[in-house]
């Protein structure tokens, strides 16, 4: 069976500080593996994504994830949080369906 | 303008009663998807499509219907509203199957 975790339901960390998402997924093959983000009454907008080659994917608003094949793991990360970057994070897996985890929401203090 | 429309964005309305919630895109996908967010249980698939002629059940399909009348609109179906459907409903389109999507500003139904 196919699935997703994050093992996190709230990250809090202050502005400046270096921030990660984890995330840890299951599939029996070598999936695609996405991050999201939602801000207040938005929908959500695509971060980045991991298909093949460098386990460091590098995404937009200056995030980016590392694959690591054998933890099973695509841990967001960004090295000096800003309080704009206080929204909820949803990391997703695709093999034979698209699977969303539960999201992470973050925190990030003045 | 937004690529992905939703309307409504807001619904209340009783339990019982036919609900629609439709969905428009701009982005010339022949993909489009129907899902459903709850806190604490992230997105789940109601319905997708491929094309025009093809739909398909998802995680969550019933008490949920959908009808595509073009490649650029999908719309949701709850035949006879319960409190349980009340949620945050995304449309959502995707180039390729299992690819990134791209999500409308969602529509917040609630049913009393």
């Known amino acids: 069976a196919q699935s997703v975790a994050q093992p996190e339901d709230q990250v809090n960390v202050a502005e400046g500080n270096p921030l990660t998402v984890k995330c840890t997924y299951s599939?029996?093959?070598?999936?695609?593996l996405f991050w999201y983000v939602q801000y207040p009454n938005r929908g959500l907008q695509f971060l980045l994504k991991?298909?093949?080659?460098?386990?460091l994917v590098k995404g937009s608003y200056g995030f980016e994830a590392e694959f690591n094949k054998s933890q099973t793991s695509f841990h967001l990360k960004k090295p000096s949080a800003l309080v704009s970057d206080s929204a909820l994070y949803f990391c997703?897996?695709?093999?034979?369906?698209?699977?969303f985890g539960a999201g992470t929401t973050v925190t990030v203090r003045a | 303008d937004a690529d992905v429309t939703q309307t409504p964005r807001n619904r209340i309305t009783k339990t019982g009663k036919r609900i629609m919630l439709e969905c428009s895109q701009t982005?010339?996908?022949?993909?489009m998807y129907w899902y459903r967010q709850d806190p604490g249980l992230g997105l789940r698939l109601i319905y997708y499509s491929f094309d025009v002629k093809d739909i398909n059940k998802g995680e969550i399909s019933d008490g949920y219907s959908v009808s595509r009348q073009a490649q650029a609109k999908f719309s949701l179906s709850l035949e006879s509203a319960i409190p349980n459907q009340t949620a945050l409903y995304f449309c959502?389109?995707?180039?390729?199957?299992?690819?990134?999507?791209?999500f409308g500003e969602g529509s917040r139904l609630t049913v009393l």
């Open positions: 959502a389109t995707s180039v390729e199957y299992l690819g990134e999507l791209f």
């Open positions: 599939v029996s093959g070598n999936p695609y």
């Open positions: 997703a897996v695709s093999f034979h369906k698209l699977s």
């Open positions: 982005k010339g996908h022949d993909r």
């Open positions: 991991y298909i093949t080659g460098d386990n």
